[in-house]
């Protein structure tokens, strides 16, 4: 065999052992490397190389956040109800190392741990707390979690329960209260409609009879303002009848003085005056001794006639 056989075998050789030891970690990954069967180092993203025959990839850790649905658990209450619950846990891993040498089969164990702790905390509570309280059990089954998966490199962000199954018994005795309750709200809403009708027609009677006593009043105040009206211009339209008539009589004694008329006459006219002052309105009139002495003696010159 000559030399340069030789080289090619070597240089396959060294080829091979590169090929066979480099190894590429993509993102979100690490690979845990020993070197004679104890940890040497983690790889994280990137190219790496191993020593050919002493060292090896022990394992291989996802760093991406991962869920874990386990199978329905079955739970004790506090009043000795037995149910069913199944959980949902979120977590991460944070450190590959301790995840590789913290705890043989983490899945199993992060299963039997998230039972233990959902019963513990379903034992403290009744059927009724279970029912309404998930975010407290939620909290609680996480802050457990979290705190004891932490040595094994394990993060836990959330846990949520995501079915509650009681008994046949409970389902049926809880459809019927829940059915009576509706029924119960139902007949409250009707009530309150009623009640609410009732109101609006009484409160619409009420403001038709405001309206209408308001209507009359406003009626009657223009009835009397009409009234009022008609008495002033009457009680103006006497006045001004009476003006008229003194003016006129005024006017007359006037001209009567002008032409320089006798006594006598003056005071015949002034017994005319009085007559039209006491036309249908006076029950007694008084006449002044002068008129009543020219009245003789009018009487006088009838008989003379």
Known sequence: MGPYVVLCIIIILAVFLLATNIRVVPQAHAYIVERLGGYQTTWNVGL???????????????????????????????????????????????DPKLYTYGVVNPMSAIENLTATTLRNIIGDLELDETLTSRETINTRMRSTLDIATDPWGIKVTRVELKNIMPPAAIQEAMEKQMKAERERREAVTRAEGEKKAAILVAEG??????????????????????????????????????????????????LLNEAKAEKSVLTLKSLEALTKVADGQATKIIIPSEIQNLAGLVECVKEVK
Request: glycine share 4%; hydrophobic share 45%; charged share 30%.
């Open 48 to 94: 790496h190389f191993k020593m050919p025959l002493i060292d090896k990839v022990a394992g291989h850790v996802v760093l991406k956040e991962q869920v874990a649905d386990f199978d329905p658990q079955p739970v004790i209450t506090k009043d000795n109800v037995t149910m069913s619950i199944d959980t949902v846990v979120f977590f991460q891993i944070t």
């Open 205 to 254: 009677e009420k403001e038709s009879k405001i309206l209408a006593a308001e209507a009359e009043k406003q009626a009657e105040i223009l009835k009397a303002e009409a009234t009022k009206e008609a008495t002033i211009r009457e009680a103006e339209g006497q006045a001004e009848a009476i003006i008229k008539v003194q003016q006129a009589n005024a006017d007359g004694i006037k």
